[in-house]
C-alpha cells in the first residue's frame, strides 16, 4: 500500500471523489454509488462496447481498491500517513531542483 514517493498519482480520495476529511458515511456513501454505477453486470445488459466496458472494469477496480482502503480506519490513517509523507517529499524535491550551488554561497566581506 506503500505510495510511489516520487508521484502522487490519483488518491484513493479522489478516485471516490470525496474530500481528504470527509465523514465514513460521506465515503461509503459515494462508494456505494460508484460501485452500484460501475458494477460489470450492470454495464454488460447496458453497453456492447468493449473498449469502455474494459475502462469501465478498470474503474470499477480502483474504486474497489479505494473503499478497501478508506473503508478501514487504521488503514485509512497509515494511508494518510503516506500520502502526507508523500507530498511532503514532492515539495522538497521541487526545492531542491530550484537551487543552485552558487544560490547556496556566501560571500566574505571582511
Known amino acids: 500500500m506503500l505510495l510511489d514517493k516520487n508521484v502522487i498519482h490519483e488518491t484513493h480520495y479522489k478516485v471516490l471523489n470525496v474530500k481528504e476529511d470527509s465523514s465514513y458515511e460521506e465515503i461509503r456513501a459515494s462508494y456505494r454509488s460508484a460501485i452500484l454505477s460501475l458494477h460489470p453486470d450492470k454495464l454488460l445488459k447496458s453497453s456492447d462496447a468493449s473498449g469502455s466496458n474494459q475502462t469501465s472494469g478498470d474503474r470499477f477496480l480502483k ?3 479505494a473503499w478497501e482502503v478508506l473503508g478501514d480506519s487504521s488503514s485509512r490513517l497509515f494511508y494518510d500517513s503516506e500520502l502526507r509523507s508523500s507530498r511532503r517529499d514532492v515539495s522538497t524535491v521541487d526545492v531542491a531542483e530550484d537551487l543552485s550551488l552558487e544560490d ?4 566574505d566581506d571582511g
Open 63 to 65: 474504486v474497489q481498491k
Open 104 to 107: 547556496m554561497m556566501a560571500e
